[in-house]
């Protein structure tokens, strides 16, 4: 299972969340910025549904899977 860390950092003269190499929108304050980093990471960890998939690989053939909706990454809010 994969783990997403959310990161509270300075950002274009405010604050902002980020996640790898993306930035959120910027914040006025930290703490609005940590709320919002809370509430994204909260919202990937809600199961969603389960789904079929199907795609094709680099080969051209075809694959069908299930994407289980409770398959969820571990979450975490710093800074």
């Known amino acids: 299972m994969a783990d997403v860390h959310y990161r509270i950092v300075e950002h274009e003269g405010g604050w ?23 509430r994204a990471a909260a ?14 690989d680099e080969a051209g053939d075809w694959h069908d899977e299930i994407s289980l ?3 969820r990454p571990e979450t975490d809010v710093t800074g």
């Open 16 to 38: 902002a969340y980020k996640v790898g190499d993306v930035f959120s929108e910027r914040y006025a304050a930290h703490d609005e910025a940590r709320e919002a980093a809370e």
């Open 43 to 56: 919202g990937q960890r809600l199961p969603g549904a389960t789904e079929d998939i199907e795609y094709q």
């Open 69 to 71: 909706g409770k398959d």
